[in-house]
């Protein structure tokens, strides 16, 4: 039978392209479809109904969700190209530092990111802490996968994608590249690596979004 | 300490502790329980095992400590493989369990608490609403991942089993504590058996802890919490 996949994400989601890496490193052939989250489609609906979120992956008509969750599907279903690593251990790693990045790095990015003036310098400090464990987990390493990109690179990816986009709106540097030499280097080898490279959402509507999405933020203070 | 030696940094009356501790006994692994007082002081061993954030449970493996619940119970499913297995064997299934789980962690278990912990009557019935959508949710994942047998992972305790049956001690105590009915015979049949079975299981009966002992706990975390609050 042949095999039926499909991708429910929208253009932007750095959820979503977390799957698209994670497709593309394993070779996979799938059908996209692109969701605008103010008018969900009803097969969306009918796919994740506890959350109506994306992204959802649909193979053979089986629905999964959570793009954590979803990679770690890929993995197991196809088994060329590993994402994790085969090491109980290390394994356990990778999806501690995956949780950490989604429960501490983002928000703390984003606290960074929302906030001005005061708040704002406040903010940096507890953001350049946690990205510094990330720098710690990459010192003799080029990806946080070792000498390929893996599921961790995968999970961080969107830092690779967004922090300079957020750096430019608020003209505010956080991941200075003489603070941190090794993620810096690890972004720009991520983002040019041949899965990555053009695999990522239009840079130019990506900041128009994000711009749009800081405006009720500079509101409260006015 | 020896390579293969196992250590558990814990509580007693943490949930995510008991998910460790159960899976630990399915696959029947020695291990040095060493109980943290966490409300009062985190140990050493604590704050060099778990630097990120300094939480229980940590297991100490050898020289290697792993964090964090669900990624405990995984790992030692995956160390201990030729025991009985946790998660189940087909990769969708698997993915169903892990959906469940973080489902749990990420928006149930939040609204439990605040049936005890939130200000304002408005406030807990909110959560105890969404609390209830949620038990709806799980009796009918339940009849999809049982097949028929008495348990999530099917005629064994399994992954989703630990993740949620960790948290009937504190169910219990919030539907005493704030007089409601969360797993009831008629609303939630299946749930309501599953809790007596999986609370009766090998694994669990001897660490799950005591109603009586938790209620009595509870009084004191929510006063402490809500006193910090308040000062």
């Known amino acids: ?222 | 300490m020896a390579s293969n030696e196992m250590k558990l940094l814990g509580a007693w009356p943490s949930p995510f502790v008991l998910r460790a501790r159960i899976a630990l006994n399915i696959k029947s692994v020695e291990y040095e329980f060493m109980e943290e007082n966490v409300l009062v002081t985190k140990s050493d061993l604590l704050l060099k095992s778990n630097p990120v954030y300094k939480k229980i449970p940590v297991l100490i493996h050898g020289e290697r400590p792993i964090c964090e619940s669900l990624i405990i119970v995984q790992y030692v499913d995956e160390v201990w493989a030729s025991g009985p297995a946790i998660l189940p064997s087909d990769p969708y299934d698997r993915a169903v369990a892990r959906f469940w789980a973080v489902y749990l962690d990420d928006k149930w278990f939040p609204s439990l608490t605040a049936i005890l912990m939130s200000d304002g009557e408005e406030a807990k019935k909110t959560a105890l609403e969404q609390a209830i959508q949620g038990l709806d949710l799980l009796e009918e994942a339940f009849t999809k991942c049982s097949k028929g047998q008495n348990f999530f992972g099917g005629d064994k305790i399994g992954y989703l089993d630990i993740a949620l049956g960790s948290f009937l001690g504190w169910v219990r105590v919030i539907q005493i504590m704030a007089n409601v009915s969360l797993i009831d015979e008629s609303k939630t049949p299946n749930l309501f058996k599953w809790d007596q079975d999986f609370s009766g299981h090998d694994a669990v009966k001897d660490v799950l802890p005591e109603t009586d002992k938790l209620v009595e706990f509870s009084k004191f975390l929510v006063a402490k919490v809500k006193g910090s609050g308040t000062k």
């Not at chain 1, 953001?127 to 990109?149: D, H, P, R, S």
């Not at chain 1, 969107?158 to 003209?171: F, K, P, Q, S, Y």
Request: with cysteine; aromatic share 12%.
């Open chain 1, 1 to 222: 039978m042949a095999e039926e996949l499909k991708l429910f994400r929208t253009w932007s989601s750095p959820y979503g392209f977390r799957v698209v890496h994670g497709l593309k490193i394993k070779g996979l052939e799938y059908e996209t479809i692109l969701e605008d989250l103010t008018n969900k489609s009803a097969s969306l609906l009918e796919y994740n109904p506890t959350h109506k979120k994306v992204p959802v992956l649909v193979h053979n008509g089986k629905s999964i969700c959570e793009s954590l969750v979803i990679l770690e599907y890929i993995d197991e279903t196809w088994k060329h190209c590993p994402l994790l690593p085969q090491d109980p251990y290390d394994k356990a790693m990778a999806r501690f530092w995956a949780k950490f990045g989604d429960e501490k790095v983002l928000p703390s990015i984003w606290s960074v990111f929302i906030s001005q003036g005061k708040e704002q310098e406040e903010a940096v400090a507890p953001a350049v802490g946690n990205l510094k464990f990330l720098e710690e987990l990459l010192k003799g390493k080029k990806f946080f996968g070792g000498k390929t990109i893996g599921y961790l690179d995968l999970a961080f990816g969107l830092l690779a994608n967004l922090v300079n986009i957020l750096e430019e709106i608020v003209d505010l540097k956080l991941v200075d590249a003489e603070i941190f030499p090794l993620l810096s280097a690890w972004m720009n080898n991520f983002s040019t690596d041949p899965v990555i490279k053009d695999c990522w959402p239009p840079r130019d509507k990506m900041v128009e979004k994000f711009k749009a999405m800081r405006e009720p933020y500079l509101k409260k203070v006015a």
